[in-house]
């Protein structure tokens, strides 16, 4: 079965820095993947998707890479803020079922 | 625009006893997701809705979950009887299906304690 694993430790970063956030997955590589933000007692929030056969998705200071060979997503925040600070999810869904699978989540810390 | 809605936001019971949640969509949205995420996890589908029918509920437990969308609307999830590894935050989401990009749209979720 499809696995996802992202880094269960906490990333503390300096503002104004980049922050970088690694999605793995095993078995098939999905038809998206996309990118969740979620601030303690809210629900998730999409940010990006990116398909299959594109490389880079950008918005605003988010970027998102999505490289199929290594089975890889990264995420970065440019110019990272302390508003940024939050637990972000990567999801894989296979073709246009919507159905998505998440991964565990990376907890951002963005320290002024 | 309203987002979606989900209430309780909190509830404490006690182990074998029933609970339900609801949820409300957000208008026009024909697909319902529940979810359940455990504390440092990421959310799990429960079940999915198109409309009034229930079209994957394979992760579904049925000797205890029961859900149902009876007007293709709103929701409801219930639990009966409660066991304490039932403890976790349920999340309703919707998207529309006509929207390419299948983007789901969370709720704030129940937290839900067995006591």
């Known amino acids: 079965s499809q696995k996802i694993e992202q880094n269960s430790e906490a990333l503390n970063i300096q503002e104004g820095k980049t922050a970088t956030l690694t999605c793995n997955y095993t078995?098939?590589?999905?038809?998206?993947l996309q990118w969740y933000r979620q601030d303690p007692g809210r629900g998730p929030v999409f940010l990006l998707l990116i398909r299959e056969n594109e490389k880079e998705k950008r918005k605003e200071r988010l970027k998102v890479t999505f490289d199929t060979t290594l089975k890889q997503s990264l995420f970065h925040i440019t110019a990272s803020q302390p508003a940024d600070s939050a637990t972000y999810l990567c999801a894989l869904e296979r073709g246009n079922t919507g159905k998505l699978i998440f991964g565990q989540g990376t907890t951002l810390q963005v320290k002024p | 625009e309203a987002g979606v809605v989900q209430s309780p936001r909190y509830k404490i019971i006690e182990k074998k006893q029933p609970v339900a949640f609801w949820c409300n969509p957000i208008?026009?949205?024909?697909?319902l997701y529940w979810y359940l995420q455990n504390l440092g996890q990421g959310p799990e589908l429960l079940i999915r809705y198109e409309n009034e029918e229930a079209v994957d509920d394979s992760q579904l437990p049925k000797d205890r979950f029961s859900a149902e969308r009876l007007k293709g609307v709103d929701s409801t999830l219930k639990i009966q009887p409660a066991e304490l590894g039932d403890s976790a935050v349920y999340l309703c989401?919707?998207?529309?299906?006509?929207?390419?990009?299948?983007?789901?749209?969370f709720g704030p979720g129940t937290r839900l304690t067995v006591l």
């Open positions: 989401a919707s998207s529309s299906s006509g929207l390419p990009l299948n983007e789901q749209f």
């Open positions: 208008s026009g949205h024909n697909t």
């Open positions: 078995n098939y590589s999905p038809a998206y």
